[in-house]
């Protein structure tokens, strides 16, 4: 076997090989020249796709060439300086590092140089080296050029580093029959001289048995087969290491067999070299020669470096219990997104490491990404396990997000369960509680290997500090202070008004969202001297993030509770016209649960009973925009779509095995989103008697179990339930046809209160009638109530005219007229008034507004005329 020779041109850099990143620059500052255009990394990734190789041919696989390159990046330009310069120097480490993939002639593309001095085998940059550079910075122009192509530039660079780093061979060339074939050029293999043992420590998890599957030999690369998706399956040959000294294995009754020692015997004619460079990508420890597809997509978590991690030792403890299990030792994190389940794995990261433990985490999506062949992922997944079996580091594996790689196909899952079958690899992963029920637990083999560890979401009082440990490290980064208050108020009113999200996560968003905001305000102002204190994100700073990603007016946030809750009736009147004394009820029990006179139970349940039209449905949008800061912050049920037993599980989800049990119930998903808001429950008295009952728990216990034994809490909710009960009765009396009412005078509000209510006391189950914190009768509106509707609906309608630049003028006249133009009946309420506003006024404006009687900046002037309402077109400076 022929050596590298170490003497002459060779012992240096080869001018060939350095020659093709300068052609490849050279070739892009002629793209650039030719286009008249400054030299960007997207000429280079032009350059690159107009040079035969490897790299061009991942490009012409996803379509891509050079003049559909240059034309999705005309409009990019770099975000950095020098970014060639730094694109080149990137392709030369990444050189550093890598086997040599092999070219598509079968022949090795970059012959190996040894320097003199350190006797190492280096391997040159090429394209594929440059593809992968400019891959690896999202901030050069080539990376945003292949964004806006519609590629996966994740995936393409995971492609291009795996022929990089030789995990896999390049696709090699189909020869015709007349072809001779070209003899392959043989490269020495180079072993490593054994590692000196380092102390003896007490390890925390036992040793792993050596793998059946360690030293065979790798199957042959499938023809017209894309790059990326080979196998991953490394066959390089054993390092010296292994030869010289095995490891007394303690193996398992059902671990397979060792290998026999003959097929890890180098030939005779090998002789050792000096150890490669250690690898300089993310997985700095790793071993490229030994573990390459670890080194290529894992990362080390050796430290507890980034955000220190609080509250989760609980969590952390039970993990370690789970790995130093015999069975079953495969911890899976579950919860929301946002409740720190990776920070559960770097919190282990940090306490393997005191037990001289790695672990290592791997993307799913680098773990997937080149595996279209058919057993290309699973033969991958298997070769992950294998490199973790013969480190010799200590690992635990982590892979976040396993719900993508059980989605990946039925292969990959086939092979993990193998795997994790073994027990002899520790593994840990993280995923959402849908998808564990969707993909795990659904399998019963895949269910009894990974025990699921709950991640719940932190109460206010830990996420807080939660967030104040992560505003240590968001402080540095924007080169702010924190107050307390605004950490504090952070928690509150994500709780409050972000509920799609969860602590801590949507709380420390708010604080980094309001930092980033402080800290471009303070780049606006004169430089501060040095030693001067750093802004400070105060109260008003997280509000103002707060109301932009709540959409919360911000006035709403900084007004505290109790201003809130004292003021609570002037707000409601604002909007409910009317009806004094139910409203004033109304306040005063949610101003008790407000000072936290209340137990587990909602923040106030009402009964609200009347005739149709008085106001029940807009007093339950009044208090959701009281309390909670948007009228939208509201679930509205109408019961009357619930009159048949088997409604109630629309209200609270199908038990498991019914069509549509994974969907939830309308009830409990919209309160375990969104905690904080009123639920409408209109026309009580139509839905079926088991659909009521339903509510007892929710108004005695303030919480309800949905189809999935779930339990959603109600006690931050308000219930509004309304009813037309006693309508009929009312009607009568108005009209003085019921018994006692006939005479002058008419009946009062306090006796048409009681008669409701009792209708209502009949017509419900008496449970749920007792449960109630306030029953509450609307009597029927007056003339002049029913007037002050007209003005707030005329309100309304001027708000939307000043929108469009018109402004409107009412004359007092029009309410009048409105009301004997069929806006006022007794026994219907406000309703018609909406109608006749809606004929007399919106009719006429609509048709002067289409045919441009009313452009932007003139004013409609309502006002009667013969005993009709007319609307006048005036121009603005002749109102002035």
């Not at 009806?579 to 009964?607: C, N, V, W, Y």
């Not at 009281?626 to 037993?645: K, P, V």
């Not at 309420?829 to 009687?853: C, D, F, N, S």
Request: net charge neutral; proline share 8%; glycine share 8%.
């Amino acid at each position: 076997m022929n050596r590298p020779v170490t003497s002459g041109r060779s012992v240096s850099t080869s001018d060939r090989s350095e020659s093709e990143l300068a052609s490849l620059k050279r070739t892009a500052s002629e793209l650039a020249a030719q286009r008249k255009e400054r030299p960007t990394t997207v000429h280079l990734l032009a350059a690159v796709a107009a040079r035969p190789g490897p790299a061009a041919t991942l490009l012409v696989d996803r379509g891509l060439d050079k003049e559909g390159l240059l034309k999705a990046g005309r409009t990019f330009d770099e975000e950095m300086p020098d970014a060639l310069s730094i694109a080149l120097a990137q392709a030369r480490e990444v050189a550093k590092r890598a086997r040599g993939p092999v070219s598509t002639d079968g022949a090795a593309r970059r012959q190996p140089t040894i320097s003199p001095d350190s006797r190492i085998v280096m391997m040159e940059p090429t394209s594929l080296h440059l593809l992968v550079a400019l891959l690896a910075e999202r901030r050069f122009a080539a990376f945003r050029a292949l964004a806006l192509s519609g590629i996966d530039a994740v995936r393409l660079r995971g492609a291009a580093l795996t022929l990089a780093l030789g995990i896999v061979p390049a696709r090699r060339e189909i020869h015709r029959a007349t072809e001779a074939p070209r003899s392959p050029a043989s490269t020495p293999p180079s072993f490593a001289p054994p590692k000196t043992s380092g102390p003896t420590v007490v390890p925390l998890l036992p040793p792993a048995p050596v793998s059946g599957r360690r030293g065979m030999p790798a199957a042959p690369a499938p023809r017209n087969v894309r790059p990326e998706a080979l196998p991953t399956r490394s066959s390089e040959p054993p390092s010296a290491e292994r030869v010289s000294r095995p490891r007394p294995v303690r193996r398992r009754p059902d671990a397979a067999p060792p290998r026999s020692p003959s097929a890890t015997v180098p030939p005779p004619s090998a002789k050792p070299t000096s150890n490669p460079p250690p690898a300089q990508d993310a997985s700095e420890g790793l071993d490229a020669s030994r573990s390459p597809l670890l080194a290529a997509i894992g990362t080390e978590r050796r430290d507890a470096s980034g955000p220190k991690v609080v509250g989760r030792q609980t969590e952390v403890e039970r993990v370690l219990d789970v790995l130093a299990k015999f069975r079953a030792n495969a911890p899976c994190l579950v919860g929301p997104a946002g409740v720190g389940k990776t920070s559960v794995a770097l919190a282990l990261a940090a306490q393997l490491a005191q037990e001289n433990t790695t672990l290592i985490e791997v993307a799913a999506a680098a773990l997937i990404a080149g595996t279209g062949a058919r057993g290309a992922l699973a033969d991958r997944v298997a070769t992950l396990f294998d490199e973790a079996r013969r480190s010799d580091e200590r690992i635990v594996l982590f892979i976040d997000d396993l719900h993508e790689l059980l989605a990946a196909g039925d292969e990959a899952v086939a092979e993990l369960k193998v795997q994790l079958a073994r027990g002899d690899v520790r593994f840990v992963t993280a995923t959402n509680t849908e998808s564990l029920r969707r993909a795990v637990e659904n399998d019963p083999h895949l269910h009894r290997r990974l025990v699921p560890i709950e991640i719940e979401e932190p109460d206010e009082e830990d996420a807080f500090l939660m967030v104040k440990a992560a505003a240590e490290s968001l402080e540095p980064h924007h080169g702010v202070r924190y107050d307390d208050d605004a950490l504090a108020a952070a928690v509150g009113w994500s709780v409050r008004y972000l509920p799609s999200r969860a602590l801590p996560d949507k709380a420390i968003g708010a604080l980094d969202y309001a930092g980033a905001r402080v800290k471009r305000a303070a780049a606006k102002q004169p430089k501060r001297k040095p030693g001067s204190p750093a802004p400070s994100v105060t109260l008003a700073d997280v509000a103002d993030a707060v109301s932009e990603l709540a959409a919360v007016p911000c006035e709403r946030l900084l007004e505290t509770d109790r201003e809130r809750m004292l003021a609570l009736e002037s707000f409601l009147a604002e909007r409910v016209v009317g009806h004094t004394e139910p409203l004033s009820k109304i306040a005063a029990q949610l101003r008790k649960s407000a000072a936290g006179l209340r137990d587990r139970r909602p923040l106030g349940s009402f009964l609200l009973l009347g005739p149709t039209g008085v106001g029940k449905t807009e007093t339950a949008k009044a208090l959701a925009e009281a309390l909670f800061g948007a009228g939208d912050a509201m679930t509205r049920i109408d019961l009357s779509e619930y009159a048949e037993a088997h409604a109630v599980a629309r209200l609270i989800g199908a038990p498991p095995g019914y069509v549509g049990h994974d969907a939830g119930g309308q009830l409990t998903e919209a309160v375990r989103k969104r905690p904080y808001q009123v639920i409408l429950l209109d026309e009580v008295e139509k839905a079926h008697q088991d659909v009521l009952l339903s509510f007892l728990q929710v108004l005695d216990e303030g919480h309800m179990t949905d189809g999935r034994g779930r339990r959603v809490d109600f006690t931050n909710v308000v219930i509004v339930c309304t009813s037309n009960l006693g309508s009929r009765d009312v009607a009568g009396a108005l009209r003085g046809k019921a018994v006692g009412f006939a005479r002058s005078g008419g009946p009062s509000v306090e006796s048409l209160s009681d008669l409701a209510v009792q209708c209502a006391k009949k017509g419900l189950p008496l449970e749920l009638f007792n449960r109630f914190d306030e029953i509450l009768f609307f009597a029927p509106l007056s003339r002049a109530e029913v007037g002050g509707v007209a003005r707030h609906i005329l309100a309304g309608l001027e708000d939307s005219l000043e929108r469009r630049g018109i402004r409107l003028e009412v004359d007092d006249a029009v309410i009048e007229l409105l009301l004997d133009a069929g806006g006022y009946d007794p026994e219907l309420g406000a309703r018609p008034m909406k109608r006749t506003v809606a004929r007399l006024v919106e009719g006429p404006l609509a048709e002067m507004i289409l045919r441009g009687e009313l452009p932007s900046g003139s004013v409609a002037l309502l006002g009667v005329e013969d005993g009709a309402v007319v609307v006048v077109a005036m121009p603005a400076r002749a109102t002035a």
